[in-house]
């Protein structure tokens, strides 16, 4: 009785969001999850999408992509500009609080009609009110994530490292800032992966597997 209560309704969507360590090949994972399962797959493209929906300039979310902020102005402004379409174009106080709402706004909408992985921008957070999501989080080892940021950005060890660094606390920072709950604890995940151990291809798998028996996929 417990399993079935687990199970997808028929023609009920699923979605699978992906919070990842720099270096630690979260993207590559999520991506052969979405293949694996035959699904839809957003990362980047939720901006094209945003922009599209809101009239704004890919470049403007681009430009504040990820990165908090403290407008007191701004947190004014929307309690008063409920409407959706306002506050796209509220120009003078367009931050990052307004692409976080306008990217929520649109992984929700996405969801309504689409089983999907979607990487990031506080997906966890954003659908934490819907039975239908799994929640994954891949870390790895320093070595592992060392290599592979060398490797594909051609960086020096020490360029890497300090990569790696900043763009975790970055990513940290924008999710606890959001969310108000700690970015890369595990129990704000239903798995926590550690992909060094087993790689890319099988690190995939077990999490399709995961999501399977969760949903009762066959």
Known sequence: MGNDMNKVEAGKNYVITVGRQFGSGGRKVAKKVADMLGIEFYDKGLIAIAAKESGLSENLFEGIDEKPTNSLLYSLVMGLQSDRNSFYRYGDVLNSDAIFRIQSQVIQ???????CVIV??????????????????????????????????????????????????????YYNFYTNQEWGNVTNYHISVDSSALGIDDTAKIICDFVKLRFGIK
């Not at 909408?109 to 089983?115: M, Y």
């Not at 790696?164 to 970055?170: F, L, N, Q």
């Open 109 to 115: 909408d996405l969801v309504k009609d689409n089983s």
């Open 120 to 173: 990031g921008r506080c997906s966890d957070y954003v659908l934490r009110n819907q039975d239908n999501v799994v929640n994954i989080f891949i870390h790895a080892n320093e070595e592992f994530k060392l290599e592979r940021v060398m490797r594909i950005y051609k960086q020096k060890e020490k360029e890497a490292l300090e990569t790696m660094k900043k763009t975790d606390k970055k990513r940290s920072n």
